[in-house]
């Protein structure tokens, strides 16, 4: 049996981290597109497609990620389209994503006071006019700490896709911490870069939230 | 209960009224705020709309400009009835018709300057410096020419509105609806506001003011209305209607404001 | 593509039993989850300052490390340390450690909110500072943070279908069983999904009817 030392632990994970970060990115900006299209969507829209995506929404909030992944992975799979991992993971992930953005961002344009919506349209604005100048500047300003923190989440996320089987940073612990018969320092190594990923960015994300709640205060 | 004063002084010279409003009614669900209201503003005339909470008068207001949509009756403005279901005819209103809130609403995204260019930039298609220079003479006529590049939360309560004010003006209405705009502030500010109104209608601007300002109403307009449950309940110019009002309703009304 | 969802159907015992592990799983862990998070909530807001930091450090690796890490550390990592722990066991810990984190902070978030002047009234008419804590304080903050609270524990609802990656026979594992029987993989995780969302609304109605019953009042 060969002798593993704790630096071929940790350079293996740190080869698997670039997939936690290249799926997390695709995850969280696809996730951003889409989800920015329903909102556009949702405020535009009629009851019909405010009621679609609002249970759009509930589904994707009201089931484990973990299902999501095994649908994604074999839902694809029935269709006939030769699915590995990786894409079932993005796909699964991209439309997790962007059921919560969605959300968060409506969330951010509802505490618009209705008094701006109302200003604009007595200067004649039209709606594209309002969002575009009046609306969508104040609630971005809102919604980037709460997108920032939903990062964190996307990244925990991926941690999933170990299940179905894409080699990412879980997975590659599982595979190592085998190998070695070192599972605790190889799980406490994982979470350890899990930490290093998601720590900064909550601490920006709180760092955001103070800034716009004085600004608002 | 109410009937359509024709006043004699000013209406053959300057021709149909402004703003007429016939057999206006609206309700909230099941609840009925406005019950058939009659009304014509003539053009220059300022007008001032008295009650109690609940009486409807801010929802008239709201009525003129198609922040509310009525369900009965007609509302013409400049000859042109409002149609809700057309955007573009809706536009058109709000171009003709201002509005300065109990609340301000400035954008606080944006300078006070830039909060007085954005609509006639985006709805007139101004050019950047005729919008510009619209704006800084409007800022002067209202009094705060030196704030062009100030933010809206560095003003004074007064500030704001009097901002307000140059905002809705820099879209040149033909009417300008005032809804309780001096209700929110403190009562030191108040008088820098009023002062203002009381410029525009020396101007000429016609003014339709939802307002709890008595002697303000007293002293500035041509006609004031009491409105009560829905119904416009007494008309008439203000010494008439503040020194001897007819109905009893009016009569407690007035009397309530003194306690 | 045919879908045959009576196949699954047919073993609705193996999945209303995962049904059951599931909900007892949660309960569990919620009933044990938010009383760490209480003290957790009461060290950080008035705990010394050691405490405090701990707490903190705590808090912050549950809610910056995945919860399917955190499983797998204490059911994979912790033997090698010498602690043996069964699945069901390794679950409960584990969701209980991560939903304690989480409650800590919700719940501190609402201590904080509570006005000063309820404090000092309390103490004012002789409350020891326990029964200021117990009967004054947190009943409020509770009420205040409840749909945050409820929120959360459906997240951890949700995220113990993870367990049953270690064996613990909750309804993710029912569906894997039963997909690895009869090949209706997708049709097994359709009607897994439906009885997870079936949950999550009737557990947030559930607690919505408890807190006020049972924690603090209307």
């Known amino acids: ?217 | 209960m109410s009937a359509v004063l024709e006043t004699t002084e000013t209406t053959t010279a300057v021709g149909a009224p402004v703003v007429r409003i016939t057999a206006l009614r609206k309700s909230f669900g099941t609840n009925e705020v406005l019950k058939g209201i009659d009304l014509d503003v003539l053009r220059g005339e300022v007008v001032c709309i008295i009650g109690k909470s609940g009486s409807g008068k801010s929802t008239l207001l709201r009525c003129i400009n198609g922040l509310e949509e009525f369900q009965d009756g007609s509302l013409t403005v400049d000859g042109k009835p409002l149609l809700h279901e057309s955007a573009m005819a809706m536009r058109a209103l709000r171009q003709r018709v201002g509005m300065i809130f109990q609340g301000f609403n400035l954008f606080p995204h944006l300078s006070v300057g830039r909060n007085v260019m954005l609509a006639p930039t985006l709805v007139k298609k101004r050019s950047g410096a005729d919008a510009e220079a619209q704006a800084k003479k409007l800022l002067t006529r209202v009094g705060l020419a030196e704030k062009f590049d100030a933010m809206p939360e560095q003003l004074s309560g007064g500030q704001q509105q009097r901002v307000a004010i140059a905002r809705a003006l820099a879209m040149e209405p033909a009417v300008l609806l005032c809804d309780e705009i001096t209700s929110a502030l403190d009562p030191e500010l108040v008088g820098e506001v009023l002062r203002v109104v009381e410029s525009l209608a020396d101007e000429g601007m016609t003014l339709l003011m939802v307002t709890h300002e008595m002697s303000f109403a007293r002293k500035v307009s041509d006609r004031v209305i009491f409105m009560h449950q829905g119904r416009v309940h007494e008309m008439g110019p203000p010494a008439e209607l503040f020194g001897s009002p007819k109905t009893p309703e009016l009569q407690q009304f007035l009397s309530s404001l003194h306690d | ?218």
């Open chain 1, 1 to 217: 049996m060969t002798e593993f030392t704790s630096w071929d632990i940790v350079r293996n994970l740190l080869l698997a981290v670039r997939w936690t970060v290249v799926l997390s990115l695709i995850a969280f900006v696809g996730g951003s597109v889409v989800g920015a299209a329903l909102l556009a969507l949702r405020l535009r829209g009629g009851k019909v497609a405010q009621r679609c995506i609002g249970g759009y929404v509930q589904v994707f909030q009201g089931t484990p990620l973990l299902m999501q992944l095994f649908l994604g992975y074999f839902g694809l799979g029935l269709l006939g389209l030769d699915v590995s991992p990786w894409t079932a993971a993005a796909l699964a992930l991209t439309l997790y994503t962007s059921a919560y953005l969605t959300e968060i961002w409506r969330g951010c344009v509802a505490s618009i006071p209705k008094g701006q919506w109302e200003a604009s349209t007595s200067l004649a604005l039209s709606f594209g006019e309002q969002m575009r100048h009046v609306i969508l500047p104040q609630a971005v300003k809102i919604a980037t700490a709460p997108t920032v923190g939903f990062l964190v989440q996307v990244i925990k996320g991926t941690a999933l896709a170990s299940v179905i089987g894409f080699v990412e940073l879980t997975k590659a612990g599982s595979m190592i911490a085998n190998v070695t018969f070192r599972p605790f320092t190889v799980f406490a190594c994982v979470a350890l870069f899990y930490f290093a990923l998601c720590f900064p960015i909550s601490l920006f994300a709180k760092t955001l939230e103070r800034k716009t709640n004085v600004s608002r205060a």
């Open chain 3, 1 to 218: 593509m045919t879908f045959d969802f009576w196949a699954v159907l047919a073993e609705w015992p193996l999945l209303l039993q995962g049904l059951a592990w599931t909900l007892g799983l949660t309960v569990v862990a919620t009933l044990v989850g938010m009383a760490v998070g209480i003290g957790g909530a009461w060290a950080r807001a008035w705990g010394p300052a050691p405490l405090r930091w701990a707490v903190g450090v705590y808090v912050e690796l549950i809610r910056n490390t995945p919860f399917i890490v955190q499983l797998f550390f204490i059911f994979f990592g912790l033997p090698a340390a010498g602690v043996m722990l069964t699945p069901i066991t390794a679950s409960l810990i584990a969701m209980v450690l991560n939903l304690g984190a989480y409650a800590t902070e919700i719940i501190r978030a609402g201590l904080q909110a509570t006005p000063r002047g309820q404090m000092e009234a309390a103490v004012s008419l002789a409350l020891s500072p326990a029964q200021v804590f117990w009967r004054v304080v947190l009943p409020p903050a509770l009420k205040k943070v409840w749909p945050a609270m409820v929120s959360q524990i459906i997240i951890v609802m949700l995220g113990s279908a993870v367990c049953g990656q270690i064996s613990v026979e909750e309804l993710s594992y029912a569906a894997n069983l039963i997909q690895s029987r009869n090949f209706r993989a997708f049709e097994a995780y359709i009607i897994a999904t439906l009885a997870y969302l079936a949950l999550a609304i009737l557990a947030r109605r559930l607690f919505n009817w408890l807190g006020p019953r049972f924690l603090f009042g209307k």
